[in-house]
Nanobody, 123 residues
Framework: QVQLVESGGGLVQAGGSLRLSCAVS????????MGWFRQAPGKEREFVAA???????TYYADSVKGRFTIARDNAKMTYLQMNSLKPEDTAVYYC????WGPGSRYPLEYDYWGQGTQVTVSS
């Protein structure tokens, strides 16, 4: 069973930066594609960024393109570097893993989810 643990959330002023981390707790031979999603109060969960298992293909939501960067340094760690944060980026951020195929914008395609980490951006 693959388990995901996020860390790195917190409170930051607008224009600041945070780096989220996602650790895969179990060793796996699966070629997991990874994604980040977020959910603000009263809103649906939305796609933020995704990366394929090799780490050489990335996907971003238009709202974060140019400000956020997804990266992975091995099969177990994935990161989301968030720069130039805005109050509208405030949400719970979730890491997700997809067992087959490339990264995806669609949450239903992901097999495993973390518990989420809160990001709050003050104006």
């Amino acid at each position: 069973q693959v388990q995901l643990v996020e860390s790195g959330g917190g409170l930051v002023q607008a224009g600041g930066s945070l780096r989220l981390s996602c650790a895969v707790s179990e060793r796996t031979d699966s070629r997991l594609a990874m994604g980040w999603f977020r959910q603000a109060p009263g809103k649906e969960r939305e796609f933020v960024a995704a990366i394929n298992w090799r780490g050489d293909t990335t996907y971003y939501a238009d709202s974060v393109k140019g400000r956020f960067t997804i990266a992975r340094d091995n099969a177990k760690m994935t990161y989301l570097q968030m720069n130039s944060l805005k109050p509208e980026d405030t949400a719970v951020y979730y890491c997700a893993a997809k067992s087959w195929g490339p990264g995806s914008r669609y949450p239903l395609e992901y097999d495993y989810w973390g518990q989420g980490t809160q990001v709050t951006v003050s104006s």
